[in-house]
């Protein structure tokens, strides 16, 4: 069966566990440039390249892994946000890229075998996958970062595919299912992402499942390209996503609006990860894992998710009490898809028959 078909099949009979925040698990390990740098030799200081770690500290990526496994993840994303050659070209570690890729992507495929080969000793039929995660980079294919030059970009579309195609490479050779293209601020960026990924399926003559996570820049709903949630998923259809949703932004409160539009518009399964609600005055989150569950319980009793998890501030413990809160719910029901004529620009638009 392929990791497509085997999602769908597991995400019929229960609500799915997305993992949490790899940042905060790293950060609270307080680790040195030592531990980043490793014996690399890079001519750049690497502390805060969390994504290296995969090289030089292989057993704190695994140690966060095992516990967002134990906590109840079924699908594991690999620490590769920034794992690209355009945003580690701040640590003039642009030559790596593909090493730090794999190796992420085999740390998360060894583990999820793992937890899956244990529950099928002990009788219990229950897949995990692992997500490539793919960040949007620190550059915007939509916006000039010249305020005297509306026209200018620092990159083209063509040289973000191939950025984004060398990574969803890596992932896949490394054992990912699928590429989780998230935290999309620009929907342009995330077409260029989509493009790339189904450039590597032609050439790999596969599926390559693409998950897509957009964010909100406010709470009226649209991302920083301007793009409302219903535009969004109008501009991205096309691409068959296996999951769409939201990641990042705000807490469950805020996004829940937003995930009910979403559930109700997009036939295919439905994933949501918010922060644990949102930071403190020092800029850090706060919120309880009982009180995060509870908001997010109740998405699920309203049938708006098929996939639940955590983004900024959340820990094992948010998901193990997300798991916990949603066992035995039905999971949302994936609306079928109706033969209206839906286009987007800023806002969508729909012919009528």
């Not at 490539?132 to 083209?156: M, Q």
């Not at 950025?163 to 989780?180: E, M, N, P, S, T």
């Not at 996503?241 to 295919?268: K, M, W, Y």
């Amino acid at each position: 069966m392929t990791p497509r078909k085997k999602l769908n099949a597991e995400a019929a009979k229960r609500v799915l566990i997305f993992d949490g925040a790899f940042g905060t698990q790293i950060q609270n390990r307080k680790l040195g440039e030592s531990d980043y740098a490793g014996d690399l030799g890079l001519k750049a200081d690497q502390k805060g390249n969390n994504d290296i770690l995969a090289l030089t500290r292989p057993d704190v990526i695994r140690d966060i892994t095992r516990a967002y496994l134990d906590a109840g993840s079924d699908i594991i994303s690999t620490n590769t946000f920034s794992a690209n050659t355009i945003s580690q070209a701040d640590y003039a570690a642009e030559a790596i890229v593909d090493d730090i890729n794999i190796a992420s992507a085999r740390i998360a495929r060894e583990l999820a075998d793992e937890y899956e080969a244990r529950d099928a000793k002990n009788g219990i039929g229950r897949p995990r996958f692992v997500a490539g995660a793919i960040g949007p980079t620190n550059k915007t294919l939509s916006l000039s970062p010249d305020v005297e030059d509306p026209g200018f970009r620092e990159i083209t579309f063509d040289h973000l595919v191939d950025v984004y195609h060398q990574q969803a490479a890596g992932l896949v050779k490394g054992g990912a299912d699928f590429i989780l293209i998230e935290t999309i601020f620009d929907t342009l960026n995330a077409k260029a992402g989509i493009f790339a990924v189904k450039k590597l399926a032609r050439e790999l003559d596969r599926d390559v499942p693409v998950m897509l996570s957009m964010t909100l820049t406010d709470l009226s709903g649209r991302n920083l390209s301007g793009h409302t949630v219903e535009a969004f998923w109008y501009a991205v259809r096309h691409a068959n996503p296996i999951t769409i949703g939201l990641n990042c932004s705000f807490g469950a409160e805020q996004l829940r609006p937003h995930v009910q539009l979403l559930s109700q518009i997009a036939p295919t399964l439905v994933m949501a990860y918010p922060n644990a609600g949102l930071p403190n005055e020092l800029g850090e989150y706060d919120e309880a894992p009982e009180t995060t569950a509870e908001l997010v319980q109740q998405w699920a009793q309203n049938g708006r998710v098929n996939i639940l998890g955590g983004c900024c501030g959340s820990t094992p413990e948010h998901i193990a009490a997300m798991a916990q809160a949603v066992q035995g719910l039905p999971p949302r029901i994936v609306p079928a898809e109706d033969a209206k004529m839906r286009l987007a620009g800023l806002e969508p638009f729909e012919i009528a028959a």
